[in-house]
């Protein structure tokens, strides 16, 4: 039992810590917020695993569902700017 | 049973008598006030203090917010569903493992389209839904009246199964399909 | 009560199996829209599974109704996400170039 | 019995964790999205079982939220679509 739980908690750690230098080290804005969301998604894991489901709430709702909604948008907004408004070949292609 | 028939937009209130309305109100108060005891557990009477303001303005939003209502639904219809839809749902989620978990894969991936007959707006979205949950096929586009769909293996002919699927949908949602005759007044 | 166990025990069983198989497919499958279909059926599927097996477990009929509140919402945000993603993809928007 | 639960628990961590690769290796925003839903539903399934081996109830609840907010990252990622069509 103990020994199981242990697993899942060194798997759990392992997968948080990567999932965060990929999100840290992913060049396209787009992919790191997905990253990101998933990322979120694990922490409250954690944060539950911890017994901490108040904490677990919060994340999830505002670290994984807000912040990644918003950044989401952020995100598509920055790709177009870089692209330039209006422009004929970004505009078309960027739905 | 209150709206014209080929109502898909969302300004039909008006022809609604007070008794239905003063109806629709107490049983969605019944409903949201479940949904809160579900929530909260019933061994706590003080959450009451939140919840009774909390329902309050859960039935006000969705009496502002509703679209207009169809014919209502049929519950006969919808108990007859349900155990189709189930059996239909555990077949699709047997269906892709059996696809999938074989040493080679077994699909055959292709669109194709399908006319939709249904006709109010709640009556598409539902179907559009459980044509995604259902074995094999996947809604992937809704363009006017055609539905565009994805099937996991375009070698079986998914347009039976969709027209069964229609039916039932159209049952639970009280709507007459074209070919079963003129729509009730 | 032994028996009831173990049904749970098959159940969860069962609902695992259909995780994997999602997961599975989600790897193995040639195209974005095939695997959308491995993610909304073996996953709802599995999601039932394991809520049934939970409740068989635990019967108790607040427990039983917040579990079908869970299901009813992961299967209503599975399709209709899984319709929203398979749109982009059809339409061909641009950004889906890697 | 419960103790066992720690099992399907870590079992569910592991598919959750093959899912994310598709999350790194792509190739499309698509896929991407779609693997971050999974670990949605995989995160559910995982609550529901740590509740009772953990004897934290609450986390149910934990799960309710996982479910409100798995329509949220999807349409996020659709709605914009619609801005850019009407420009």
Redesign the interface.
């Known amino acids: 039992m103990t020994n199981l739980l242990l697993a899942f908690d060194l798997l759990l750690s392992l997968t948080l810590v990567g999932l965060a230098a990929a999100a840290l080290t992913s060049r396209e804005p787009r992919r790191a917020v997905i990253l990101f969301i998933a990322f979120g998604l694990l922490l409250a894991l954690v944060w539950a695993r911890l017994r901490a489901p108040d904490v677990a709430l919060a994340e999830a709702a505002i670290g994984a569902g807000l912040a990644g909604a918003l950044m989401l948008a952020a995100a598509r907004r920055a790709a177009r700017g870089a692209r330039g408004p209006g422009g004929s070949e970004s505009s078309a292609g960027q739905d | 049973m209150s709206s014209p028939p080929s109502s898909v937009d969302r300004d039909g209130t008006q022809g609604r008598s007070p008794v239905l309305a003063a109806l629709s109100v107490s049983v969605l108060t019944v409903l949201f006030a479940g949904l809160w005891l579900t929530l909260v557990g019933p061994t706590d009477p003080g959450s009451w203090i939140i919840g009774v303001p909390a329902v309050i303005a859960a039935v006000w939003a969705r009496q502002r917010l509703a679209p207009a209502p169809g014919r209502g639904l049929s519950l006969l219809g919808a108990l007859r569903f349900l155990p189709v839809f189930l059996i239909e749902s555990f077949k699709g989620g047997i269906d892709v493992a059996r696809r999938v978990l074989g040493t080679r894969l077994r699909v055959e991936p292709g669109l194709l389209t399908y006319r939709l007959s249904l006709d109010s707006r709640a009556a598409r979205v539902f179907f559009v839904d459980l044509v995604s949950l259902l074995p094999g096929t996947l809604s992937a586009d809704l363009q006017g009246d055609t539905l565009v769909v994805h099937a996991l293996d375009c070698r079986v002919d998914a347009a039976p199964e969709l027209l069964r699927l229609e039916r039932h949908v159209a049952r639970v949602f009280r709507e007459r399909l074209p070919e079963q005759g003129a729509p009730t007044p | 009560m032994v028996a009831l166990?173990w049904l749970?025990?098959a159940l969860?069983?069962a609902?695992?199996?259909?995780?994997?198989?999602?997961?599975?497919?989600?790897?193995?499958?040639?195209?974005?829209?095939?695997?959308?279909?491995?993610?909304?059926?073996?996953?709802?599927?599995?999601?039932?599974l394991?809520?049934l097996g939970?409740l068989v477990?635990?019967p108790e009929p607040?427990?039983a109704?917040?579990?079908l509140?869970?299901w009813l919402?992961?299967?209503?945000?599975?399709?209709?996400?899984?319709?929203?993603?398979?749109?982009?993809?059809?339409?061909g928007?641009?950004?889906?170039?890697? | 019995m419960s103790e066992l639960l720690a099992i399907p628990a870590l079992i569910l961590l592991l598919t959750l964790g093959a899912g994310l690769v598709r999350v790194v290796i792509g190739p499309t925003p698509t896929d991407r999205l779609m693997a971050a839903q999974l670990t949605g539903t995989t995160g559910i399934a995982t609550l529901l079982v740590l509740a009772p081996v953990l004897r934290a109830p609450a986390l149910v609840d934990v799960a309710l939220v996982f479910a409100l907010l798995a329509a949220v990252a999807a349409a996020a990622f659709t709605r914009q679509r619609r801005s850019a069509e009407e420009p």
Not at chain 3, 25 to 44: C, Y
Not at chain 3, 93 to 98: L, Q, T
């Open positions: 166990h749970a025990a969860i069983l609902g695992l199996l259909f995780f994997v198989a999602g997961t599975v497919g989600l790897l193995r499958l040639p195209d974005a829209l095939s695997r959308l279909h491995a993610l909304t059926k073996a996953d709802n599927l599995g999601l039932f394991v809520a939970l477990a635990n607040f427990f109704l917040k579990l509140l869970i919402l992961v299967m209503a945000a599975a399709a209709t996400g899984a319709h929203l993603i398979a749109k982009r993809a059809v339409r928007d641009g950004e889906d170039a890697p």
